[in-house]
């Protein structure tokens, strides 16, 4: 802890130096990609659109503004 407090290490010296000298290992590497589709009748709307808790969520929107409409005419009625 003295040695990190007072000024008898300094990084100073090593200001200039590099950490590692740098080495490109990927250099003329084949262009491998394949474009074909796994699963050619699913999308992802149509994963999103079935999916267990997006269907809760938008249940739950629904309610929400039928609740809000509920509360707007509640309000409405209370005023006369």
Same mark, same amino acid.
């Given at each position: 802890?003295?040695?990190?407090?007072?000024?008898?290490?300094?990084?100073?010296?090593?200001?200039?130096?590099?950490?590692?000298?740098?080495? +490109?290992?990927?250099? +003329?590497?084949?262009?491998?990609?394949?474009?074909?589709?796994?699963?050619?009748?699913?999308?992802?709307?149509?994963?999103?659109?079935?999916?267990?808790?997006?269907?809760?969520?938008?249940?739950?929107?629904?309610?929400?503004?039928?609740?809000?409409?509920?509360?707007?005419?509640?309000?409405?009625?209370?005023?006369?």
């Amino acid at each position: 802890m003295d040695a990190m407090i007072g000024e008898q290490l300094s990084l100073a010296l090593y200001e200039g130096i590099e950490f590692y000298k740098p080495k +490109n290992i990927y250099m +003329n590497q084949l262009n491998i990609m394949d474009d074909r589709q796994i699963y050619s009748d699913i999308t992802l709307s149509s994963y999103v659109a079935n999916d267990i808790i997006g269907i809760k969520k938008r249940q739950l929107e629904i309610l929400d503004n039928e609740k809000q409409m509920l509360l707007i005419e509640l309000e409405e009625l209370k005023r006369g």
